[in-house]
């Protein structure tokens, strides 16, 4: 269910002067048109139009433009590429978007000491393909990595297929430059491993916007492995694939990736792109070894062994870098190669522990027909990150009963132990399951460090934490309770 309002326009003409007194006049937006393009991230159910949205250049004019909003207490949304899976850039309603895609300078890369030096808006491809010529590139690599931004990585603290070996973005930066809700500008961390005092950064990392904007990060860059072997293994069953993930780390093997795939996902990225999968199997795990070429060798005999003893029907190493690359486009392209299989999707984002795989996908299973939607599975099996796409059909009325069983799905990853969240972050989407997970003492705390950076709520309020609702309220976006619609009561 969508929401759209407008500002009133004595504010909205009062915020754009004084935008227009600090950018270029084209950098600062306010026509229908232009706004309607920001009402939303990936998220697509949840959708509000801003009062301004406002492209400033660099830091010193991202700050200027938070001043006006400090001024006049209007509350900003941060907006890198707008790729966001849980409503985490969604305008509040007559507020500003701050957007950073004309922040997107690569400033610097340090060969010798291995790091880049990096404005918010750059694509976090396009980090790798700088540091390729030095033997260099950036490890974590969200699958939208090719449109995504590194500020957005660092408000959601992204992950990726090969973070189960080298980890998330929050093991990745080193120091970034901030802007805080009052317009001053701070830095965070240190541009080397060690720093003194508490770590700020990483409380800022996966903050979701709410505590700052960030305008420029250093990242830790890392040598190209020596060796990378590719195993593409198909399963008879769900279960028969997640047993394998657990038996492969039981063997102390570490790969660089674990993603699994279940038929309906393979049916639609083999569509796709025609990667080479086996879209009659019910489910595969693309494994991924690097390192040393001895070692890699050694742990493929032993993985494909583990393979073979859990039932494989096929195991395929792709031996070319080409084919590599066809194996991981169709992994990649997965969530917009669903679009060829159902009308509409919604993507979820939860984790659960690795020995709890088979358990949560067959519910996720029995959930889906329960309500007779279709549910495809493709995630990063090696750290227990699920992404559950719910597929329906908004023509048909399906809406609201694909994110019902959205949300369910979430809450049952913490019923079984594990978090609402992997690496999409909590946005609008989930803030109202925290309290599924955390106490309130818990959320008391976070909300007492988040007004240390943010005393007036001004920074992308309304996400992350639960707001107080009415008794008889579901969560997920905003709707009217029924005694609010019939004026029996008044929301304050």
């Known amino acids: 269910m969508s929401t759209t309002t407008t500002a009133a326009p004595t504010l909205t003409t009062s915020l754009a ?22 009402e939303c991230d990936g998220l697509t159910g949840f959708r509000q139009v801003p009062a301004v949205v406002v492209l400033p250049r660099d830091t010193e004019e991202v700050a200027a433009c938070v001043r006006v909003c400090a001024r006049h207490g209007v509350p900003f949304v941060a907006r890198g590429a707008g790729t966001g899976l849980s409503g ?14 004309k922040l997107r300078r690569i400033l610097e890369i340090d060969v010798e000491n291995r790091r880049a030096v990096l404005e918010p808006g750059v694509f976090n491809l396009d980090i790798s393909r700088a540091a390729a010529p030095h033997g260099l590139y950036y490890a974590p690599d969200p699958s939208s990595q090719q449109v995504c931004t ?11 297929a090969h973070c189960l070996k080298y980890g998330f973005t929050t093991n990745h930066v080193l120091e970034m430059e901030v802007v805080l809700a009052d317009g001053s500008v701070i830095t965070l961390g240190a541009p080397t491993a060690e720093q003194a005092g508490p770590d700020l950064r990483g409380v800022f990392l996966g903050s979701e916007g709410t505590l700052g904007i960030c305008t420029k990060v250093t990242v830790r860059l890392l040598r190209k492995p020596e060796a990378v072997r590719t195993v593409l293994a198909d399963f008879p069953s769900i279960e028969a694939a997640g047993e394998t993930v657990g038996a492969i780390v039981d063997a102390s093997i570490v790969p660089a990736a674990v993603e699994m795939m279940d038929s309906l996902a393979m049916e639609a990225a083999e569509a796709a792109v025609g990667a080479g999968y086996t879209v009659e199997s019910p489910s595969a795990l693309i494994i991924e070894l690097d390192g040393p070429a001895e070692e890699c060798d050694e742990q493929f005999a032993e993985i494909t062994r583990i393979c073979e003893e859990h039932g494989s029907t096929r195991i395929h190493v792709a031996d070319s870098a080409d084919e590599r690359a066809r194996v991981w486009k169709g992994r990649k392209a997965a969530f917009a190669a669903v679009g060829r ?33 279709r549910v495809a599975n493709v995630f990063h099996a090696g750290d227990g990150n699920l992404h559950p796409l719910v597929l329906y059909s908004e023509s048909a009325g399906e809406h609201d009963a694909a994110e019902d069983l959205s949300s369910r799905i979430a809450e049952l990853c913490v019923e079984l132990g594990g978090s609402l969240s992997g690496e999409h972050g909590i946005g609008a989407d989930k ?7 955390f106490t309130d003492d818990d959320l008391a705390v976070m909300q007492r460090v988040r007004t240390g950076f943010d005393p007036e709520g001004l920074c992308n309020p309304g996400k992350i934490f639960p707001t107080p609702r009415l008794c008889g309220e579901r969560p997920g976006p905003f709707r009217a309770h029924p005694l609010e619609e019939a ?4 929301r304050l």
């Open 17 to 38: 002067r004084e935008f227009a007194a600090v950018l270029p006049e084209h950098c600062v937006i306010t026509d229908e048109v232009g706004l309607r393009s920001y």
């Open 487 to 490: 004026g029996v009561i008044s």
């Open 431 to 437: 803030a109202c399951s925290m309290g599924r997970m």
């Open 341 to 373: 299989i159902s009308p509409d999707y919604i993507v979820q984002d939860g984790v659960v522990p690795r020995t709890r795989l088979a358990e949560v996908l067959s519910q996720i299973a029995e959930m889906g027909s329960e309500v007779g939607l």
């Open 88 to 101: 985490g850039a969604l305008p509040v309603a007559d507020g500003v978007v701050i957007s950073l895609q």
């Open 150 to 160: 590194i500020g957005g990585n660092v408000a959601e603290n992204s992950g990726g």
